[in-house]
């Protein structure tokens, strides 16, 4: 227990980060994270050991994250694939913390599996290898999806913020 | 490696993520130079990326709740179905022991027996005074050290007249000090005492319970003395500590576990 406490806690702050910056929600987040590190726990000794750990972290959160997505059909009656492109794209935050100039409400104009490779390469300085891990795709999909997740940041934020959130519908 | 290879999208995103080695970055810059488009593009976005960190920056920082800490949740994962069960065991042994009261008591009355059925209170009370003397304590803590914690246990087995254990609480991150005898209104008491990596202490307390059966937890708490107490076959047991309900119950959850896998007649080894 020890060893997995001393491998596991210090990447929960990033896993922290990378929930909240999914769910946007302090506690909707740590619940995330919780269940991430259950289930990391559990599965402890099925682990591949020339697998990465924060590669194999990262990709049980996010699976998570996908699946809690999936079940919560929050998003009305009408929830198709589509639903996955454009998760969650957030109305804004009630309390009025994010401001529309926030470099994160680029971050909500992005398709998820954009917006997840964005996060865990840019800042969570996932290497391009274990990005492609725990996305589970090519190497070269990390770097056409960055480059992709990259290049519509910068246009929302060039062309402003109305024509993005019109679309985002 | 570093000769005529074009640049290519996975270059340029290497640049912006400081990933290239100085060979292939000079190569860029050389590139980016000479295409002002893409150059001003390539600085944006690593603006953008510097935004963002330092936007999500703050999660990072902030300390870890308890609740994700991996002592707790390896604590707590094996605690739901446990609880469940221990819940119901012990509302059913709450009612024996009601029904068993309510013959009796007419009995103790008539025999000057009118003791009041308070034994958690009075078991958590004296286990938080114990606390509070001895784990303050820096030179002589425990009267025997974990580093014969055979004897130690046999001891206070026979003195209370019940096989003990002394639970291992690494998983939670507390590691045995030792124990001792302590005297407990007219029978004698134990207590072990336990350590985790930075200084804090907890005790386990446990003396014959004024009832058999077993009981479900209590929690007390006194001046930040947090205790939770119950009954299981015939003995008391108080584990008390500075340290916050959830932590203890997690703590007080582990031992109850212990005792149950322990049961009888294993329950005299260690």
Not at chain 1, 76 to 86: I, K, T, Y
Not at chain 2, 109 to 115: A, P, W
């Amino acid at each position: 227990m020890d060893e997995i406490a001393s491998l596991i806690e210090p990447l929960i702050p990033g896993l922290r980060r990378y929930a909240w910056a999914l769910l946007r929600d302090d506690e909707a987040a740590d619940d995330l994270v919780q269940d991430t590190l259950e289930r990391a726990i559990a599965r402890w000794s099925q682990r591949r050991h020339d697998g990465d750990l924060k590669a194999w972290l990262f990709a049980i959160e996010r699976n998570l994250f996908l699946n809690g997505i999936r079940q919560r059909k929050r998003r009305g009656p009408h929830v198709g694939a589509e639903a996955l492109e454009n998760v969650p794209a957030f109305a804004g935050d009630p309390d009025g913390s994010v401001r529309m100039d926030d470099i994160i409400t680029g971050l909500d104009a992005l398709p998820e599996e954009q917006r997840s490779v964005l996060l865990l390469v840019g800042v969570e300085d996932l290497s391009y290898e274990q990005a492609a891990q725990a996305l589970d795709v090519p190497l070269g999909t990390v770097m056409s999806r960055l480059s992709r997740a990259r290049k519509k940041m910068r246009q929302f934020i060039e062309v402003g913020r109305s024509a993005a959130l019109r679309r985002v519908k | 490696m570093t000769d005529e290879r074009p640049i290519g999208e996975d270059d340029l995103q290497a640049y912006i993520d400081g990933r290239l080695m100085p060979a292939r970055r000079e190569e860029v810059e050389a590139y980016l130079a000479a295409n002002p488009t893409a150059a001003a593009e390539t600085a944006l976005e690593a603006k953008h990326r510097e935004a963002l960190r330092a936007r999500l920056a703050f999660k990072a920082s902030e300390p870890i709740p308890a609740r994700l800490r991996v002592a707790n949740l390896m604590g707590a994962k094996r605690r739901a179905p446990r609880f469940r069960l221990a819940s119901v065991a012990a509302a059913v042994a709450w009612l024996a022991i009601g029904l068993v009261c309510g013959a009796l008591g007419s009995a103790w009355i008539r025999d000057g027996h009118l003791r009041p059925f308070t034994h958690g209170t009075n078991a958590a009370g004296d286990a938080i005074t114990a606390y509070r003397t001895y784990v303050t304590e820096r030179l002589h803590p425990v009267e025997v050290a974990a580093d014969q914690e055979a004897h130690l246990v046999q001891w206070l087995s026979r003195r209370l007249g019940k096989p003990l254990v002394a639970p291992n609480l690494n998983q939670n991150g507390y590691r045995l000090m030792g124990g001792r005898l302590l005297p407990a209104g007219n029978q004698p008491a134990a207590m072990f005492m336990y350590e985790d990596g930075r200084g804090n202490r907890l005790t386990l307390y446990a003396r014959s319970g004024d009832a058999e059966g077993s009981t479900a937890f209590r929690f007390e708490n006194q001046d930040g003395v947090s205790a939770f107490s119950w009954i299981d076959d015939g003995l008391s047991y108080v584990v008390a500590g500075r340290i916050g309900r959830e932590d203890l119950l997690t703590v007080a959850e582990t031992i109850y576990k212990q005792f149950e896998s322990q049961a009888p007649p294993g329950r005299s080894k260690l």
